[in-house]
Nanobody, 114 residues
């Protein structure tokens, strides 16, 4: 059974940091690029960051470059999103996505507010 379980979302003040995790099971995690997406209320889902199978290739949305870092641990079947210098506009539900097989997690809520 394929599972992608996100965690780490929380309420944080502007300028704060969070680390999201996405634990995968039921498929060959190390064989696929992984992507974090986010969706704010009333907005379309947008790509945040992508990481290649080995972790060497990484790509970021312009809105998060220099603030967010995507990483993966293939031994733990987990992909991470380190988010620093958070802004209110980062408030959204964050989802991980396994490219290729097209699997989605259930999401974790990030709220940036004072």
């Amino acid at each position: 059974q394929v599972q992608l379980v996100e965690s780490g979302g929380d309420l944080v003040q502007p300028g704060g940091s969070l680390r999201l995790s996405c634990a995968a099971s039921g498929f060959a995690f190390r064989s696929y690029p992984m992507t974090w997406y986010r969706q704010a209320p009333g907005k379309e889902r947008e790509l945040v960051a992508t990481i290649g199978q080995s972790g060497i290739f990484r790509n970021y949305a312009d809105s998060v470059k220099g603030r967010f870092t995507i990483a993966r641990d293939n031994a733990k079947n987990t992909v991470y999103l380190q988010m620093n210098s958070l802004k209110p506009e980062d408030t959204a539900m964050y989802y991980c996505y396994a490219q290729g097989p097209g699997y989605w997690g259930q999401g974790t809520q990030v709220t940036v507010s004072s």
